[in-house]
């Protein structure tokens, strides 16, 4: 049944993976601040969960690119 994703090429997946990364990012962002910043003592920049997720996002991105 699944035998045809065998014979997908490498790039392939790896296009896969960021696409799936980028949808992960689209509604990380998407989401309000108020939510992002709840239960923070103050609104910092460093406090912002989408920042910080923004980063994580693209550190394993670009491990996926490069292996």
């Known amino acids: 049944m ?11 997946a790896k296009i896969g ?4 990364f980028a ?3 689209a509604t990380v962002w998407s989401l309000p601040e108020d939510f992002v ?3 923070a003592p103050d609104r910092r920049r460093w406090r912002d969960l989408r ?5 994580l996002l693209a550190v394993q991105c670009g491990i996926y690119y490069v292996f």
């Open 51 to 55: 920042v910080w997720a923004t980063v």
């Open 2 to 12: 699944f035998d045809w994703i065998h014979a997908l090429p490498l790039w392939a």
């Open 23 to 25: 949808g992960v990012l």
């Open 17 to 20: 993976a960021i696409l799936l």
């Open 37 to 39: 910043y709840f239960g």
